[in-house]
C-alpha cells in the first residue's frame, strides 16, 4: 500500500457519521449540585480546584458527612525519553514547570465529556498583571458505567435477581502540554469508593531516524523514530480517615502447613493472613518497581461494629517503567519516582512532592522528596500517600497521528475496607430487586420498568458552542 503524501497529518473525519452514536442524558434532570466550586453528589460532597502549575486538586472529600480525605492534588507528571538522537536522550519533561493547570483548556462537548455535563470556567493568574480566563476547563457529570457495580442471580433455595448499575459521578480536566494531552478524572462510586485515573493521549514526541534507532522505539515516518519514554504521574493524597490521627496497616498472604486434622499422613497448606502495622516512614515507602503487600489501608483507632479498625484501601493499579537510576545527577529533582507509594507524617514543610523550579536546576532541586523519609514514626498520626502511576511507552504505527486513549490508562483507588458495617450502596434508590411473585413491568416494583415513560422524550439540549482558541488567537 502506497502511503499518501503528508496522510499522517489529516486527523479531518472521512465524511459525516451515516448514524449518530449513542448518547446519554437524565431523563428527570441531573442528580448533583454544583454550587461554585463545591460539589454534592448523593452521599458525596467536595470542593474542588485548579493550581496553575500543577492542575486540578480537590479538598474536603466527604461520604455521609464524614472526611475520607482533607487533600488530593496532582503534584508532577514527568516524561523521560531514550533515543540515539541529542535532542531525544536529553528529554526530561517536568511539567509542572510549564504550568499544568495553565493549559487546561476548553472541553468540547460531546467528545471531551458528555453533551450535557456541567462545564466550570476557571481564571488563572501567571506571566500577567491580569487573569486569564479557561472557559469550561472542567466538566461535571454522573456516568453510567455501562457494568453493574453488584449483582447475584439466586437460583439455589430461593429465587430471586438482585442488582445495581455502576452509576457513577465524574470530574474531569485536560491537559495539553505541547504534544501531550492528559485526561484527570477523580470518579465517585456509590459504595464509598473513588477511583483517581488519568489517561494519555495527544501525538507522540519523535526523533530523526538514522541507524541503530530501532533499540529506542519503532519506526513510524520514513525519517522518523517513535522515542520510547516513561510516564510517571505523582498525587498527593492526605486522608483523614476517622479523624486526623491514622495508622497504615499492611495486610496479605501467606501459606501455612500443618497435618491434616483426620489424617495425619497428609499436608494442609492453607492460606493465611498476615497482618502488619508500619511504624517507620522508611516501612512506608515502597519501591516503584519493588513488592508491595496486596492490601495497605490507612486504620483509624476507631472500629465498626464487627470489631475491626475502620479503614481505607489504596490500590494502585500502573505499569511504570524504571525511574532514573539513584546516581544520576538529576534523579534527586524526581526522587518521588523512586517510589509507587510512600507514607509520611504531615509538615507544614513538606506539602509539595516537587517544585516548579526543579526543572531549572535539578542538579540541585529546591525540593528533594526523598528527604521526607527521614525515620519518622507514623503510628496514630496525620499521614499523607504519595502515589505514583505511570507506563512504558514505546511508540509504534498506530501512534500516527494521535495516541489514543485505550491502555493508555493508569491510576489507583480509594476503597472502604471495613469502615462502614455493611456495603453503603445496599440502601441505594437505584437498586433492583425481582422476584417470582412480583412484577417486573410494574413500576412500583421495578423503577427500571419506567424509562420507557420517562426517558421516552429526547432532552432539550444547549447549543454546540465551542471558544477555546480564543485566548490563543485573540480572534
Known sequence: MVQQQNDFLSRTPSGPSPHPGPFQFEPQGKRYSVTGSHVVYHSWAFAFGMNVNTGPRLFDIRFNNERIVYELSLQEALAIYGSNCPGGMMARYMDGSLGIGRFAYELVQGVDCPYTATYVDRHYLVDSDTPKLNKNSFCIFEHDMGLPLRRHFSDLGSFYYEGLPKYALVLRSISTLINYDYVWDFVFYHNGAMEVK??????????????????????????????????????????????????????????????????????????????????????????????????????????????????????????????????????????????????????????????????????????????????????????????????????????????????????????????????????????????????????????????????????????????????????
Open 198 to 475: 488519568v489517561h494519555a493521549t495527544g501525538y507522540i514526541s519523535s526523533s530523526f531516524y538514522m541507524e541503530g534507532g530501532s533499540a529506542y522505539g519503532n519506526r513510524v515516518g520514513e525519517r522518523t523514530l517513535g522515542t520510547l519514554h516513561n510516564h510517571l504521574i505523582n498525587y498527593k493524597v492526605d486522608l483523614d480517615v476517622g479523624g486526623i490521627k491514622n495508622s497504615l496497616a499492611a495486610v496479605d498472604m501467606t501459606f501455612e502447613s500443618f497435618p491434616a486434622p483426620w489424617n495425619s499422613e497428609h499436608q494442609i497448606e492453607q492460606p493465611k493472613l498476615t497482618n502488619q502495622i508500619l511504624d517507620k516512614e522508611e516501612k512506608a515507602a515502597f519501591p516503584l518497581n519493588g513488592q508491595v503487600p496486596r492490601y495497605l489501608y490507612f486504620a483509624t483507632n476507631r472500629e465498626n461494629h464487627w470489631g475491626h479498625q475502620r479503614g481505607y484501601r489504596i490500590q494502585i493499579i500502573s505499569f511504570a517503567g524504571d525511574n532514573l537510576p539513584e546516581t544520576n545527577a538529576m534523579e534527586k529533582s524526581i526522587s518521588w519516582g523512586r517510589y509507587k507509594l510512600a507514607v509520611t507524617k504531615h509538615k507544614e514543610d513538606e506539602l509539595t512532592s516537587t517544585c516548579i523550579y526543579n526543572q531549572n536546576d535539578p542538579w540541585s532541586p529546591l525540593v528533594t522528596f526523598a528527604d521526607f523519609i527521614d525515620n519518622e514514626t507514623i503510628i496514630n498520626e496525620d499521614l499523607v500517600a504519595w502515589i505514583s502511576v505511570g507506563f512504558l511507552h514505546v511508540p509504534h504505527a498506530e501512534d500516527i497521528p494521535t495516541t489514543v486513549t485505550l491502555g493508555n490508562g493508569v491510576g489507583f483507588l480509594l476503597r472502604p475496607y471495613n469502615y462502614f458495617d455493611r456495603d453503603p450502596s445496599a440502601s441505594s434508590h437505584d437498586g433492583v430487586h425481582l422476584t417470582p411473585t412480583h412484577d417486573a413491568s410494574q413500576c412500583e416494583n421495578n423503577h427500571i420498568a419506567c424509562l420507557e415513560k420517562t426517558a421516552s422524550c429526547s432532552p432539550s439540549l444547549p447549543t454546540f458552542t465551542y471558544s477555546g482558541f480564543k485566548n490563543l488567537t485573540g480572534s
